[in-house]
């Protein structure tokens, strides 16, 4: 078992920055491919950004290309989500995930094996 912890959101102006953090514990041995999601207010939950364990595979929503980035830092079992120019439409519940397939990514919520509790993302206009 794997238990992911996020850390990070708040509330922030539209154009400002935020950085989440999921810190992972547990069966940390094994190599995961870990990401975000994201869950807005009366919407389904919908892939963000993902990383494989080497990070040698990154990979974007369309919507986040250019002002997100993902990384990972495997010695702390910690990924991270920096989220620039924000937008009133990123607004939502960010929930960190966990892959076993350590070298590809899934994008369906339907493929992932572990997920945290979220953190609130709000985003102002």
């Known amino acids: 078992q794997v238990q992911l912890v996020e850390s990070g959101g708040g509330l922030v102006q539209a154009g400002g920055s935020l950085r989440l953090s999921c810190a992972a514990s547990?069966?940390?041995?094994?190599?995961?491919?870990m990401g975000w999601f994201r869950q807005a207010p009366g919407k389904g939950r919908e892939f963000v950004a993902a990383?494989?364990?080497?990070?040698?595979?990154?990979y974007y929503q369309d919507s986040v290309k250019g002002r997100f980035t993902i990384s990972r830092d495997n010695a702390k079992n910690t990924v991270y989500l920096q989220m620039n120019s924000l937008k009133p439409e990123d607004t939502a519940v960010y929930y960190c995930?966990?892959?076993?397939?350590?070298?590809?990514?899934?994008?369906?919520?339907?493929?992932?094996?572990?997920w945290g509790k979220g953190t609130l993302v709000t985003v102002s206009s």
């Open positions: 547990g069966r940390t041995s094994s190599r995961y491919s």
């Open positions: 990383i494989t364990w080497s990070g040698g595979r990154i």
């Open positions: 995930t966990a892959d076993r397939s350590s070298s590809t990514i899934t994008t369906s919520s339907a493929g992932i094996d572990y």
